[in-house]
């Protein structure tokens, strides 16, 4: 198994549609992170979960609704979104205390087309 | 609050021959700086971090980079590079170790190898 896994690696779904993207590490880190990536942008941090407790909510709009359900698992929730929702979504875990933790890495990315 | 500027979205290159791919940053604070990759469809992969001591860091793939801290930059080299080095590089910064805090990124510069 890699280090973090996602799935499904590609999606297209309706703007009326209900889906969720998952992730998986098999590190045995503490943090997990949602990042957003679209074309000609720089990656955008979503969510950060912390000992399974979100700690961190980059003014993402409500149709994102992300659940962490144990330090292994994170999902992210996905309804009534819009075509600019549409981008690679990147998942991400690291270990540490605090403020101080090691590098993050990433898993291969979901693939989200909203049509 | 912390920034990365990539100066360059693109930079074609032949094979063989030398890149330095540019990276400059703006923080209060002491940083933590990483370089990543992204293959086509694949998530970020570590490159190489500067997270204190020498300035030169190696990394992985024959790649390098080297800390300026009076320049704010975190330049990118590698002295011959190859049809598979073809990627997207971001360059990104921490106040925290890379984790907990998230990463900022710079845009990307996409490495275009030529035969």
């Known amino acids: 198994e890699t280090g973090v896994t996602q799935t499904p690696r590609h999606l297209v779904m309706g703007m009326t549609n209900k889906k969720s993207l998952k992730c998986e590490q098999h590190?045995?880190?503490?943090?997990m992170y949602w990042y957003k990536q679209s074309a000609k942008k720089p990656l955008e941090l979503m969510f950060v979960y912390s000992l399974e407790e979100r700690v961190e909510n980059n003014s993402v709009p409500s149709r994102f609704s992300p659940e962490c359900p144990n330090s292994s698992h994170l999902f992210l929730h996905l309804h009534t979104l819009q075509p600019e929702d549409s981008a690679l979504y990147l998942c991400a875990s690291s270990q540490g205390q605090g403020h101080q933790h090691t590098e993050a890495f990433f898993g291969q990315g979901t693939r989200l087309t909203v049509v | 609050a912390q920034s990365v500027t990539q100066l360059d979205s693109q930079v074609p290159v032949f094979e063989e021959a030398p890149v330095e791919l540019r990276c400059n940053y703006s923080s209060s604070v002491s940083v933590y700086l990483f370089w990543y990759v992204q293959y086509p469809n694949q998530g970020l992969q570590l490159l190489l971090k500067y997270l204190s001591g020498s300035t030169l860091v190696k990394g992985i793939n024959g790649f390098e980079a080297e800390f300026n801290k009076s320049q704010t930059s975190f330049h990118l080299r590698k002295p011959s590079v190859h049809i598979s080095d073809t990627a997207e590089y971001f360059c990104?910064?921490?106040?925290?170790?890379?984790?907990?805090?998230?990463?900022?990124f710079g845009k990307g510069t996409h490495l275009i190898i030529q035969p």
């Open positions: 590190l045995g880190h503490n943090a």
């Open positions: 990104a910064v921490s106040e925290s170790g890379g984790g907990a805090d998230g990463l900022t």
